[in-house]
């Protein structure tokens, strides 16, 4: 392509959207409504991950002995250690169980004076697996090694903290795609509007021998615009609605650390734009498509 054509696509492009300021503003609203919700989710998306993380990391599994096998720590530590399942695990032996035991009593700590020589608690490992999906098959795994009597962790947690996970997900990539669907549609109808005004002046282009790809290189510039300013505007919206969000949460519930959004502040912007971009091209050519043909 020429420079001289590209900068006829462009200016003629942004001519396009001058003509059409109406229909440009509704896509262009369109794209922002679409990508800001889709922005939100992105966001929330986020932080579920990041909770979920913080959840991780606190779901263990504890490896109880059976009474006199602490000769069998050397062999699960050894399991432990190349498995890779396994992100980190602490041995409490029942000297140190004891101990903690005492702690946890504090001023009754008396009760248990006498017990050192007779200690009744086992050892035990807590085992912290690197993902909640390995919760389940780490545990059966250790179950059936010797010397560990009961492995226990929390079954219902692990399984419902999934079970939201997958739904939440399914939901936003339903949401996201009809919501691009619609900017897509809306989009080609607004460049259908003005190939419909400038009928008479494509069908002059044609009879002088205009291809089609020349026709309709300013109407893809015009969904291309469309949708980086739609993406734009909707950028600056997500970041201000989760900056007072996140401002007004951290306040109510000072318990739950959210996500920093500048650390993804680029990706997002390029993913808007991207995302922006392809939503105004692909409006244009759908619409090209119908009204051009040969």
Do not use: W
Not at 35 to 63: C, H, P
Not at 74 to 102: G, H, T
Not at 263 to 273: N, V
């Amino acid at each position: 392509m020429r420079l001289q054509t590209f900068k006829y696509f462009c200016k003629d492009g942004f001519k396009n959207i001058f003509l059409n300021k109406t229909m440009a503003a509704a896509s262009i609203s369109i794209v922002v409504a679409a990508l800001t919700v889709v922005g939100v989710f992105i966001a929330i998306a986020l932080n579920l991950g990041y909770i979920s993380e913080q959840i991780e990391k606190t779901v263990d599994i504890r490896v109880i002995l059976q009474k006199g096998q602490e000769d069998k720590v050397p062999v699960i530590e050894e399991f432990l250690r190349k498995n890779a399942q396994v992100r980190s695990y602490d041995y409490i032996s029942p000297e140190m169980a004891l101990e903690d035991f005492k702690k946890k009593l504090g001023k009754n700590s008396f009760l248990l004076e006498g017990l050192e020589k007779d200690n009744p608690l086992r050892g035990y490992f807590i085992v912290r697996p690197v993902k909640i999906e390995y919760t389940k098959e780490l545990a059966k795994a250790l179950e059936n090694l010797q010397g560990v009597a009961q492995v226990y962790f929390p079954s219902q947690t692990v399984d419902k903290l999934k079970r939201i996970m997958k739904i939440l997900n399914i939901l936003c990539i339903a949401l996201i795609l009809g919501l691009y669907m619609v900017a897509v549609f809306i989009i080609a109808n607004t460049i259908k509007i003005t190939l419909f005004a400038r009928r008479r002046e494509i069908s002059i282009m044609r009879y002088i021998g205009a291809t089609n790809r020349f026709i309709s290189g300013p109407f893809v510039v015009e969904g291309f615009i469309i949708g980086i300013l739609g993406a734009t505007f909707a950028y600056a919206i997500v970041l201000l609605i989760y900056h007072y969000s996140i401002k007004y949460l951290s306040q109510t519930i000072a318990f739950v650390d959210f996500v920093n959004i500048s650390t993804y502040k680029y990706k997002i912007l390029g993913l808007f734009i991207l995302t922006g971009s392809m939503v105004g091209i692909l409006g244009s050519l759908i619409s090209l498509r119908r009204y051009l043909k040969a």
